[in-house]
Every structure is written in structure tokens, then in C-alpha cells.
């Protein structure tokens, strides 16, 4: 993905040109040449880090070269190297053995320094390092102790055919029963639909899914044992074993930190929010381990879940910039990652188009970076990384950067009430969506309808600058935001590839991605008239919020892990209604002679039939198959009919040949109009 940092601020722009142009014309070189040294520089210095600058550079010697010592010495650089030494040469490294960094004391006119790096022949583009920010409040509240008890006896887990971990029942995100104790307005079927794709697969070791966020404390007990690991790297010895560059790197890397305390991975510090424990325990808290909560993709308790890897880029109130999020993207390709869950971004507004992003054709660091890690194949089921990204929480018509542009998908958030969450944005750029929690959802605020994950094991202040917010929920606790929203879809893509890995399926990323992004529930046929929750963040108002923005907006619909895992199947699916006998055409199962099959029957397992609250038998007449749901969820039944015979073992006529089909069944409160045949 080729993209580039240059925002479109037009005041600041005219700023630099017009300091590219006097600078240029007392110094001489570039402008001379009919080269405008302003048009190489593709961002500018708003929200940007101060002492450092980037440049890109084809030129192996431009380090050495006089005009580029000269800029040096006129700007006051302390250095200059390599922006990512890793990958300065070798197969793949492509455009990233070529950008570069200088640094500056802290106090240098960056714009100016910009000017003279711009003027030096053989420079490319000069970058401004610019920040990002975290799609959440960060705030947590903690897991209230009158749990809801549908789920919380272990044996009765157990029979129900779900995992026994203690908190599965107030994970609505996972599957929603529209309890009205999370919140009056919820809709039952608000949710991922996983519990049921848990009976095909619950993860697989062999995918790795890197968080680029805070650092994860990778001790938690209900994360360890789903952590990745650098096996060829001894923890705590204080020696880069594995030559990689980066010293004790073994549950991943701390990118903030000097290389030489790469492994230090901290997750509390003053600026720290537990934001990055959180999405790792949506991605992949241990499942059926008694305990906790569970992860989408965080197996099924015989250690089969997917693996987390930490790749910190907020360390306190330090990084989060476009240098540290593209060296971690680096890395998590280079160490095995498919899938790339970022719960950060520009803020909303920064780029509005493809061609903001890309300056032109102008690609910047952190979009080489992710272009990089979307053409490894790092999984046998695709041949690609996937990335996804939050899409903002800035309640704006437009996806954020750079999850907005193409080849990245952008996740949206609903609340527990199956309609947008008030924060989340919305409109181009927005692939899909997911829960991502609302605390205000029908104008209550209640915690029970965020999203319930691991947090730090112990409490700690939460501050906004110098504003003291609170302390921080312990163990286990509730968020909202996209932020949340990102890692249901990260888990899902993670589930799918496990699931292709251990059927033996392979896909190119365009079908991966295509099939990820068309395996949803419908949302546009509930966004009419207004819900009650918050409409201004600044002044906290609860209010009606009007619906209609959202439609066609939300991307194609909202993430749905069965569809996923049966279109990784090949398995065709239906959506029928809760509480109503739905009647199926099999012609489109079994060909369009299927009212004349002969000794046409269908089953159901138990298991099954309990998933979708079956009390009548479902049965096949005139190759119509009728059944009567009576609770939200998924499972697969078998049709069998014979082909050219009355009999398997007929001894006076031809012997008939048995068809069995499976067909997927998905039970919802109710069907919207893209929600039926794939």
C-alpha cells in the first residue's frame, strides 16, 4: 500500500512554499534546477514530533554526498541513518531500504530544516513525522458482581454447548439474547454470531495476529498462554540473540524504547490506558479455561488458540507516530504476522482521499510499511497480510487514514441495540462493522453494554494530559469504540484463516478480503428514525440521534464469523426469522428437479438443534424444507435424497445414487433484505 503523509491544510502549505521559495532562492541548488523544493515535502509539521524528520532517498550515497552534509550542517542535524536498518537490503525489502532519518534538537525550526533536506539533489520526499491517535476514550469501568446467570454455573455451560469461562454470558458482542439487563433498547442477534462457529473452529496456533497499540501485559492469565513467542530469542539476557536488532524481543517489541530495551513491553505508565490488553483479549483471551472471558479466535481450552503478538507504539505519553507505527508494521511481517489489528489513525479530517494519502503518487513511510506487510505470505491459507483498522471515532462522514485507504479494511462500530454507536464513523472508507460498545445506548449509562475484555491485571490512574480521570478497571473490564469494534473483525479474519489452514484451503488476499467483507448481517433495514444516546461528546447531551446519515454507510453489514466460516467452507447459508416457519426452496441446494427427489430427508445434531432452539423435527415435502426456530443461532443440516433409483441396493431395477448437501441455517430476530442466499 502505497500512500503518503501530506495533508491537505492549505494555509500551511502556502507557509511552506513561500519558505521553500525565499530559502531556495538566497541558497541556490534545487529551484535553480526548475525543482520546487516545497513540492517534495508531503506533509506538514501539525501533530507532528518535534526533533525528527524523514526523507526518501534512491540513492545509496546520499549520506555522503556534500549537498547533503551541507544541509546538514546549516539545519543543526545530530544524525542521520537508516529510518529501518532491518531492511535496508534484501529480497522484499523494496521502498523501505530507502527512507531515512534525521534528527534535530528538539528546539529546530522543522519547517525550515524541511526546506534545506528538500533542496538537497537526490532527495525524493521529506516527511514530517506525525502522530496518531488511539479510536477510544480509553476509559474502563469494571465487571459488576450480579453477573447475569444464564451462563455462569459451568455445568450449565457445559450442557448448553458453550465455553465455561465465567464472563461469557455478558459478552452480548459474541451472542446477543437481548437481555434487557445490558440495556431496555437491545436487539437480540446484535452481535458476531461466534459462539456457534466455535463448534467448527476455535483458532489455530499457526496464525498470528500483531496489535500495534500500547503494550500488552502479556502475564495476564487469560492471555499467556495465546501470546507469540520469538523462539529464537532467550528473554531477560540482555543480547539481541537472534540478530534481528532488537535486544529480548520474545513476547514482541517495545518500538518507543531504545532497541537495547526492545523486550521491556510496559502496559502502565502515566498515559497508558490498558487499551492494548483489551483488544488482545477480544482477539484471543484463552477460551474454556474456566476463567475470565473469551477471545474470538482464542481456541477452544487445548491450547489451540491464535497467537498475539505485541508490537507497542504507546509507551506512556511517548510515540504513536508515523516512524514507530511503520517500524512495528515492519517487524510484525518480518516475524510472522497475517493479520494486523490497529485500533489507531489520523485524526478524522487530515486526508480526504486516496489521493491526499498517496500525495499524489507520493507514498509515505507508514504506507510503504503497510504495503510491505500486505504483500508477505505469512499463512498458507492466503498468500497476503491482512490489515484492519478502526475507522474512527470522531462521529464523521468518513472513514479515518489510513484504514480508509484501499487494501486496508476499516471496521465501524454498533452498539448492543444493533444500530451505529454514537461515536463511531461512518461513510467512505468504511468497510464493515462490529460491536464496539456504547455506553449511553437508549439514553442509559450502563457498562454492561460496552465491550467486556482483559485489562492489566492491577488498577492504575487514567489521565488525559494532566487531567486525572480515575482509575482504570483491573483484570477484566468494559470500553467502547472502534477500537473495540477492530479486533471482533482481526479475531474473525484470524478464525477464518484457522479454519482454511486446517481444511486445507487456500486463497489469494482479494478473495480472503472479499469473502471477510460479504459474510455479514444486514444493518440499513433498522436505520429509520432516531435512537436515544449521546450526541455531543464535548457536552456529553443524550439525545435522539437521527439514523439516517448511517444508511449505506456502515459498510456492507455487520461481521458474522458463521457466514465467514461457511464461506470458507464452501457451505451455501440461509437466513430465516426467530419464531416462524420458514419455508426453503431445496431447488436451490439440490437443482431445480429437487420437488421430485425420492426419499428426500434431512438431520440435525443435537447440538444443532439446540443452537437454533428446534422443538419440531425440521422436514423435506415437495423438496421444500420447513422448520420452525426459536432462538437466534446457527447450525448446519444434511439433505439426503437419492439420484437415478427408488433404492441404494435395488436388485430388479438400477441401484439409486445418495446426495447429501449440507446447508447452513441461520436463525435472526429479523431478516433484512441482504441477509439470505450466497
Known sequence: MSSGLKIFILSAASIIAASCTDSLQESGPGCGAGENAADKIVNTPVSSVPGILLF???DEDILVSGDFRSAMDETGALSAGRAFPSVSSGEGSGRLACWYSVTFPKDTDLESAAVKLASVGGIAKVQFNSRLVKSSDCRSWPVASDLMPQYTSRSRAAASGYFNDRYLNSQWNYRNIGSIQIAQTIRAGADINVTDAWRISGGDP?????????????SHPDLSQNMWTNMDEIPGNGIDDDRNGYVDDYYGCNFVADKSQAGNITWKKRGDSGHATHIAGTIAAVNNNGRGVCGVAGGTGA??????????????????????????IIYAAANGASVLSCSFGFAAGTYTSDSAFLSDGESGVEADAIDYFISRSNCKAVDGGIAIFASGNDMYPMA??????????????????NLPAFYTNYGPGCDISAPGGERYTGGQDKDASCILSTMPTESFPLYSGDNYLGETAAEYGYMQGTSMACPHVSGIAALGLSYALQTGRHFTREEFISMLLSSVDGIDGYLEGTKTTMTNIQT?????????????NMGTGVADAWRFL??????????????????????????????????????????????????????????????????????????????????EESIDSPSGMPVVREISVIARENVSGNGGWL
Open 206 to 218: 499457526r496464525v498470528i495476529v500483531a496489535v500495534v497499540d500500547e503494550g500488552i501485559e502479556y
Open 400 to 417: 479515518n487514514y489510513p484504514g480508509a485507504y484501499r487494501g486496508c479494511v476499516s471496521v465501524s462500530g454498533i452498539a448492543c441495540d
Open 540 to 552: 456529553g447531551t443524550i439525545g435522539p440521534l437521527t439514523l439516517a446519515r448511517y444508511r449505506g
Open 303 to 328: 491450547g489451540d488458540g491464535v497467537r498475539i503478538m505485541t508490537c507497542q507504539v504507546f509507551d506512556g505519553n511517548d510515540g504513536g507516530d508515523a516512524l514507530t507505527c511503520a517500524d512495528a
Open 56 to 58: 526518501y532517498s534512491e
Open 566 to 647: 461457511m464461506n470458507i467452507e464452501g457451505t451455501p447459508y440461509v437466513t430465516v426469522p426467530v419464531g416462524k416457519t420458514s419455508e426453503i426452496n431445496l431447488g436451490q441446494y439440490l437443482g431445480g428437479n429437487a420437488a421430485w427427489l425420492k426419499d428426500c430427508t434431512v438431520s440435525i445434531s443435537e447440538t444443532d438443534r439446540q443452537a437454533l432452539g428446534l422443538r419440531d423435527e425440521p422436514v423435506v415435502s415437495d423438496g421444500v424444507l420447513s422448520l420452525t426456530p426459536l432462538r437466534t443461532g446457527s447450525a448446519k443440516l444434511s439433505v439426503r435424497h437419492l439420484s437415478g433409483g427408488s433404492s
